[in-house]
């Protein structure tokens, strides 16, 4: 049974800086695309950044985009979110996911596996 663990959230000021990691057990790493998204209070669960098996593509929500990045570790079955210039809006629970098939399908739901979230607060 595949298990995603996260951690490395906290509370950071605006402008600051966090790293996120998820680490994968129970099956193959190097066969799962992989994803973070994150969740709000009382808003729906959002696409953050995607990255395929082999970690030579990424895609990012335009939110996101040039302030994130999204890495892996096959080696160490181990996906990392960088996240630098921080916003107050970037607070959410922000959750790993994993799933075999190959896709350009971003959706939540096209993501077959799930970590139980990590809080990052910012604070303005």
């Known amino acids: 049974q595949v298990q995603l663990i996260e951690s490395g959230g906290g509370l950071v000021q605006a402008g600051g800086s966090l790293r996120l990691s998820c680490a994968v057990s129970g099956g193959t790493f190097s066969i799962y695309r992989m994803g973070w998204f994150r969740q709000a209070p009382g808003k729906e669960r959002e696409f953050v950044a995607h990255i395929s098996r082999s970690g030579g593509s990424t895609y990012y929500a335009d939110s996101v985009k040039g302030r994130f990045t999204i890495s892996r570790d096959n080696a160490k079955k181990t996906l990392y979110l960088q996240m630098n210039s921080l916003k107050p809006e970037d607070t959410a629970v922000y959750y790993c996911?994993?799933?075999?098939?190959?896709?350009?399908?971003?959706?939540?739901?096209?993501?077959?596996?799930w970590g139980q979230g990590t809080q990052v607060t910012v604070s303005s």
């Open positions: 996911a994993a799933d075999h098939v190959d896709s350009s399908d971003y959706r939540a739901s096209r993501y077959g596996y």
